[in-house]
């Protein structure tokens, strides 16, 4: 089975940056669509961003356009998400997930690899 560890999370204050990593197992790390997803407190499962298996496209949610930068290293399995301009509304436990097949997808139920989570505070 694939693991998945995120990593690079912590304390900023607002208009700082963080970069987030994703380290995933195996010799197939390429052929997985990676995605971040985010969770606040009392609240749902979100999507951040997604990139595809080349890293070569990207897609992400309009809560964080402009401001984070996803991207991965195949030759190191690892996907990383940039963090700039950060509110505290972005205060949240920061996912990592992996896809088998098809295109990019906002959809957690697309997501076979899930990582334990990582957490990003935002102090105002």
């Known amino acids: 089975q694939v693991q998945v560890v995120e990593s690079g999370g912590g304390l900023v204050q607002a208009g700082g940056s963080l970069r987030l990593s994703c380290t995933a197992s195996?010799?197939?790390?390429?052929?997985?669509?990676m995605s971040w997803f985010r969770q606040a407190p009392g609240k749902e499962r979100e999507f951040v961003a997604t990139?595809?298996?080349?890293?070569?496209?990207?897609y992400y949610a309009d809560s964080v356009k402009g401001r984070f930068t996803i991207s991965r290293d195949n030759a190191r399995n690892t996907v990383y998400l940039q963090m700039n301009s950060l509110k505290p509304e972005d205060t949240a436990v920061y996912f990592c997930?992996?896809?088998?097949?098809?295109?990019?997808?906002?959809?957690?139920?697309?997501?076979?690899?899930w990582g334990w989570g990582t957490q990003v505070t935002v102090s105002s």
């Open positions: 990139i595809t298996r080349s890293g070569s496209g990207a």
């Open positions: 997930a992996g896809r088998d097949a098809g295109g990019l997808s906002t959809r957690e139920s697309d997501h076979e690899y």
């Open positions: 195996g010799r197939t790390f390429s052929t997985y669509v």
